[in-house]
């Protein structure tokens, strides 16, 4: 089992609709951090985290230590909101030394 | 210009061929990374470094190695390149801490034929 998981997988949406992008994980953390991955590749950070919620314009990150799940939502999506979002974790295990964990990716594309 | 920039962006290489991918960040962090990533597996942790002295192995090293040659230098080697290690790979670099963000690079996309 992955120590993060994501759902769903893919995800379509039409301009406009409110889109919830989850992460689960397994392991006790220090932070978690939304990364937004564009078509061409290249990885922005989006929030870190380590509880509550935050919120950047239209994102919306939020977290549950205690139930080891963090939620990532788009209010008023936008087609260039189009890009995989990758869900990581930054592990408080000894031997990981703090690097980071990731999930497999949400693929969002939202039509116009 | 760019907090990390990686070298080249795009290569073609074949089977055997000795490879090497450079990064260089204007962060003035300590901690750099490489990665790779795969359709439908996500980014995995190749080799990591804490500063110049301090290299650590990922989880999957086999066939990579690693050269710090500053602060703001971190190169990925292929010894011996074979076809699956065809790849987008990144560098990121990190302040210390639990608090710190990563920034990464823009990716090389390696294609081993």
């Known amino acids: 089992k992955n120590e993060v998981e994501q759902s769903p997988q893919n995800l379509t949406a039409q301009e406009g609709e409110f889109i919830t992008i989850n992460c689960s994980y397994s392991?006790?953390?220090?932070?978690l951090h939304w990364l937004q991955q564009h078509p061409g590749g290249g990885i922005v950070s989006l929030f870190m985290l380590s509880s509550g919620k935050k919120k950047h314009g239209r994102l919306i990150a939020t977290i549950n230590i205690q139930e080891k799940h963090s939620s990532l939502h788009i209010t008023a999506s936008h087609p260039r909101d189009s890009a995989v979002y990758i869900c990581?974790?930054?592990?408080?295990?000894?031997?990981?030394?703090?690097?980071?964990?990731f999930g497999k990716g949400t693929k969002l594309s939202v039509k116009p | 210009d760019a907090d990390v920039t990686q070298t080249p962006r795009n290569r073609i290489t074949k089977t055997g061929k000795r490879i090497m991918l450079e990064c260089s960040q204007t962060k003035g962090h300590d901690r750099m990374y490489w990665y790779r990533q795969d359709p439908g597996l996500g980014l995995r942790l190749i080799y990591y470094s804490f500063d110049v002295k301090d290299i650590n192995k990922g989880e999957i090293s086999d066939g990579y190695s690693v050269s710090r040659q500053a602060q703001a230098k971190f190169s990925l080697s292929l010894e011996s390149a074979i076809p699956n290690q065809t790849a987008l790979y990144f560098c990121a670099t990190s302040g210390d801490g639990p608090s710190y963000e990563q920034y990464f690079g823009p990716g090389t996309r390696l294609t081993v034929t």
């Open positions: 392991v006790g953390i220090s932070a």
């Open positions: 990581a974790v930054r592990s408080d295990y000894g031997g990981s030394q703090g690097n980071l964990i």
